[in-house]
């Protein structure tokens, strides 16, 4: 089946940016997300890329894919202590029409 | 903005009852809905995708007896836990997806945690 595989954690410093990354195997991806997953708390949706395009900019988010090499990252830019929390990259498998998910990067952002 | 809840958030029970767990989409329709098990540090496990007004569609390995699904409105889906048991403990969220396409985004609910005792 298809497999979405991430980092397991970051460490990154009050201010600095963050750059999480991602690979996944599907072919027929269509879209990819980032979702943010705070402690006891489900998963809020931060941004999503569609595959035929390179770059997204949302504030402080960008994404970026590289779709030859299967390759999808999340910069968070002047990162906070708030964005500590676990990220997870999604892959809607064009076949199957369901969310395949990584297992996660935790982010931990220090002083 | 696309809200979606769940009730409850956090239930306790005794080992061989059953617990429903709603989901529910507030703002936006959703024919298509989808639960998943969290166990602690670890990513999300689909269980089941649930179709308003037919069965649902259960991934390899997971019990439909044990695991009742009802999609009964384009706002709904219930979960209920038949005779749980302690191994049934964990983190049950669930999503909705919004139309139209071809933004086809699964939008989550807060989590429901069991725990079975």
């Known amino acids: 089946g298809e497999d979405v595989e991430q980092s397991l954690f970051l460490s990154v410093r009050e201010g600095d940016s963050s750059v999480i990354n991602c690979t996944y195997t599907?072919?027929?991806?269509?879209?990819l997300y980032w979702y943010k997953q705070e402690p006891g708390a489900g998963l809020q949706l931060l941004t999503y890329?569609?595959?035929?395009?390179d770059m997204k900019q949302d504030q402080r988010l960008t994404v970026l894919l590289n779709k030859k090499d299967k390759h999808l990252s999340l910069r968070i830019a002047d990162t906070q202590t708030g964005d500590s929390a676990i990220y997870f990259c999604?892959?809607?498998?064009?076949?199957?029409?369901?969310?395949?998910f990584g297992a996660g990067t935790r982010l931990a952002v220090h002083p | 903005g696309a809200v979606v809840s769940q009730h409850p958030s956090r239930v306790i029970c005794k080992s061989g009852t059953s617990v429903k767990i709603e989901c529910r989409s507030l703002?936006?329709?959703?024919?298509?809905m989808f639960w998943y098990r969290q166990f602690p540090k670890q990513s999300l496990m689909l269980m089941a995708t649930?179709?308003?007004?037919?069965?649902?569609?259960?991934e390899q390995g997971v019990e439909k007896d044990k695991f009742l699904i009802n999609h009964a409105s384009l706002t709904l889906s219930t979960l209920t836990v038949t005779s749980a048991h302690p191994e049934d403990s964990s983190f049950y969220i669930c999503?909705?997806?919004?139309?139209?396409?071809?933004?086809?985004?699964?939008?989550f609910g807060p989590g429901t945690r069991l725990l079975v005792l």
């Open positions: 999503s909705a997806k919004r139309q139209p396409i071809p933004q086809e985004t699964q939008y």
């Open positions: 599907d072919s027929s991806s269509t879209y």
């Open positions: 890329i569609f595959s035929n395009m």
């Open positions: 999604a892959d809607l498998s064009g076949g199957y029409n369901k969310l395949i």
């Open positions: 703002d936006f329709q959703a024919t298509t």
């Open positions: 649930s179709n308003e007004g037919s069965k649902a569609t259960y």
